[in-house]
């Protein structure tokens, strides 16, 4: 009897006991995504000239004793001509060369190249042509390539952020106000890293221009800074 009381008591006390709060649903959250862009145009203010020395002997320590020769002295006229050029090495070959029969017989070696490539670093746009002449005129036989650049490139890429993301907001203050909504808060933003499209010049043989009369002429002309700006913002009926 003791036992039936007791079950029944409990059996009162869990129907009688408050039911547990459910969560209610999250509504879904109206949301567009659009995407904006910027592109900065900004003048270079700084150089890097890829400056070579190559050199040919029938012996491989021959030809990396001529070179070695030869490019110190066109580091003591780049040293010169600049005075605050920044010089590094970039790249160092030393390859035998070759000569190939018709008949299929295994190549035969006829001498070694050596191949020393120099980047001066230069913020003085206008010793450009008076670098390249004095590196020629001092052996130099390679001028692989000239790229512009900025010294400070932090500012021009917060610029082009910021016009990524204003046109990214107003884009979607613009879609919001056609479809009869309004942008209550933003949701997400993705951005890529702004990108520096660098200016490049490429130069030939460099034998030639060292027997120019005037410097060489090098025009840095303008580079591009881009920008990508994805947002995601809420979106809810405009208030009647």
Request: with cysteine; glycine share 4%.
């Amino acid at each position: 009897m003791r036992c039936l009381v007791a079950a029944v008591m409990l059996a009162c006390a869990v129907a009688v006991s408050p039911a547990r709060a459910q969560p209610a649903p999250a509504s879904p959250v109206s949301s567009i995504r659009v995407t904006g862009d910027a592109k900065v145009t900004a003048r270079p203010d700084r150089v890097q000239i890829d400056i070579g020395v190559s050199t040919r002997a029938a012996q491989s320590q021959e030809a990396a004793e001529q070179n070695a020769r030869q490019v110190d002295a066109v580091l003591a006229a780049v040293r010169k001509a600049t005075g605050a050029a920044v010089l590094k090495t970039i790249s160092y070959t030393l390859n035998p060369t070759y000569q190939y029969h018709p008949q299929g017989e295994e190549p035969t070696i006829t001498g070694y190249s050596a191949l020393n490539v120099v980047q001066v670093t230069l913020d003085d746009l206008a010793r450009i042509g008076t670098v390249i002449d004095s590196a020629t005129q001092a052996g130099a036989n390679h001028v692989q390539g000239i790229q512009f650049t900025l010294r400070d490139q932090d500012a021009v890429r917060a610029e082009a952020l910021r016009q990524a993301a204003t046109r990214a907001r107003a884009e979607a203050d613009v879609l919001a106000a056609a479809l009869g909504l309004k942008v209550v808060r933003v949701l997400s933003v993705e951005e890529n890293s702004p990108r520096v499209v660098p200016v490049r010049a490429y130069m030939g043989a460099a034998r030639a221009m060292a027997t120019a009369a005037a410097p060489t002429p090098v025009e840095a002309g303008t580079l591009d800074v881009t920008a990508d700006v994805m947002l995601t913002v809420e979106v809810s009926p405009t208030a009647r």
